[in-house]
């Protein structure tokens, strides 16, 4: 093997994973991150590629989504969560210990082929998500980071839920909380 060969098949990767990067709506910053690409060879990539795709896939503008709120504003979303934050650890996205500097250090071809392949089993189980790609680029980071967001289990059964740093009461899963105890 020459060593070009090894070259041009890390650079088929990175465009691989732009594209499937793409293919899931991420904003032009976040595949700059995870690939290395540049913005104008993401912006080729999407025009020679994806504008005659068969079904049209729009590019968001604007900041990616940053606030951890999101994750606990309803029932329904903090369930998908739980469930996408197990893929994320099952599939080995998540590094075994938070790290403070995970949005340099976390972002990566290698993770970021695992990223999207514990998103697509996610969108599997559960089609009509509220979470989008963008949202599990952020909550990745955040569990990674272990500042703000973290693993939890349920106070009562055990389960994997997703907690906040330093929660007011101990965090319990939908199936445990009473019909007259309110949600937290």
Known sequence: MRISDDRYSRERLRLELALRFLRHEARTQTIRTWTGLSDDRIRKLYRSYMSHAPSYLPRHRG???QQIAYFTRSLRVQQETAVL?????????????PATEASQGLPGVARGELLCQAFEIYRALIPASQISFEHTVFLTIALARGDQLRLGGCADCGCLVVVERY???????????SPSEPLR
């Open 85 to 97: 934050a197990s893929l994320l650890s099952l599939l080995g996205v998540l590094p075994l210990r």
């Open 167 to 177: 929660p007011v009461r101990d965090k319990r899963c939908h199936y445990c909380v």
């Open 63 to 65: 900041k990616s989504p």
